[in-house]
């Protein structure tokens, strides 16, 4: 996995799940697309 200012290599399996587990939970929470298209349009015409 490539971090922001370095390499990491996740080899350990408790490592490997936590990350998991916090995409996971990341990804929950993201926006569908058409969402995504909407809350961006919205924020370029407010600029």
């Not at 998991?20 to 926006?31: D, I, V, Y």
């Amino acid at each position: 996995m490539q971090g922001m200012s370095n390499d990491l290599f996740l080899d350990d399996a408790e490592n490997i799940r936590r990350y998991t587990e916090a995409f996971n939970h990341l990804r929950n929470l993201a926006t569908d697309p058409p969402a995504t298209t909407r809350l961006l349009t919205s924020l370029a015409k407010a600029f």
